[in-house]
């Protein structure tokens, strides 16, 4: 069975400095892995994805993530955080190739970036 | 940009009512998927649908549930007969083909079962 951690509820910035979202997986294979943003009153929009090829993905808003397949990681991380980013974020993770669509989501990090 | 979308956004209905939850996919998606958010807890996948049958289902989605695509646009998710348990927002999603692609969301439908 596949699962997603994302070991910290709330990480807090100052706007300008870096960020850093956790996320690590539990799944056989190689999987594919997502991030989504969700903020209030609003569905999950998609920001990345790792499929395969360069660790180092980057998506929209300014956002990037490094997937590292021996600490099972896949970090979300921005250079410089913005006010507009404090919002729900979550890991998911897929099967890959061969398999289903089926998501596994982690329980979800909030990101409060201060003025 | 093209996006799904979800009818009602909240929904309150009594215990062992029938219920009937609607999407909207995006239109050139193959893909279609339910998931479900129960407060304070992670988001959870519920069934995926492809060329009009259940690809994958949860645990969770038992008899009680269903899924159709009842015309060319319309992804629907009916609970038969609901429990206090079902009070979650549910989820839509779509994507073009499985795997690699992503998928997309709508913005959810809030059941509150009283």
């Known amino acids: 069975a596949q699962s997603v951690a994302q070991p910290e509820d709330q990480v807090n910035v100052a706007e300008g400095n870096p960020l850093t979202v956790k996320c690590t997986y539990s799944?056989?294979?190689?999987?594919?892995l997502f991030w989504y943003v969700q903020y209030p009153n609003r569905g999950l929009q998609f920001l990345l994805k790792?499929?395969?090829?360069?660790?180092l993905v980057k998506g929209s808003y300014g956002f990037e993530a490094e997937f590292n397949k021996s600490q099972t990681s896949f970090h979300l991380k921005k250079p410089s955080a913005l006010v507009s980013d404090s919002a729900l974020y979550f890991c998911?993770?897929?099967?890959?190739?061969?398999?289903?669509?089926?998501?596994?989501f982690g329980k979800g990090t909030m990101l409060l970036v201060s003025p | 940009e093209p996006e799904v979308t979800q009818t009602p956004s909240h929904q309150v209905t009594q215990m062992g009512q029938e219920v009937i939850l609607r999407c909207v996919p995006i239109?050139?998606?193959?893909?279609f998927y339910w998931y479900r958010q129960i407060l304070g807890q992670k988001v959870e996948f519920l069934v995926s649908?492809?060329?009009?049958?259940?690809?994958?289902k949860s645990e969770i989605f038992d008899d009680q549930f269903s899924v159709e695509r009842p015309d060319g646009s319309n992804f629907t998710l009916k609970i038969r007969s609901t429990k206090l348990e079902d009070s979650a927002m549910y989820f839509c999603?779509?994507?073009?083909?499985?795997?690699?692609?992503?998928?997309?969301f709508g913005p959810g439908t809030r059941l509150t079962v009283t």
């Open positions: 239109s050139n998606h193959l893909y």
């Open positions: 799944v056989s294979g190689n999987p594919y």
């Open positions: 790792y499929i395969t090829g360069d660790n």
């Open positions: 649908f492809y060329n009009n049958e259940i690809s994958e």
């Open positions: 999603a779509s994507s073009r083909d499985r795997g690699e692609d992503e998928q997309y």
């Open positions: 998911a993770v897929s099967p890959g190739s061969g398999g289903y669509s089926t998501l596994t």
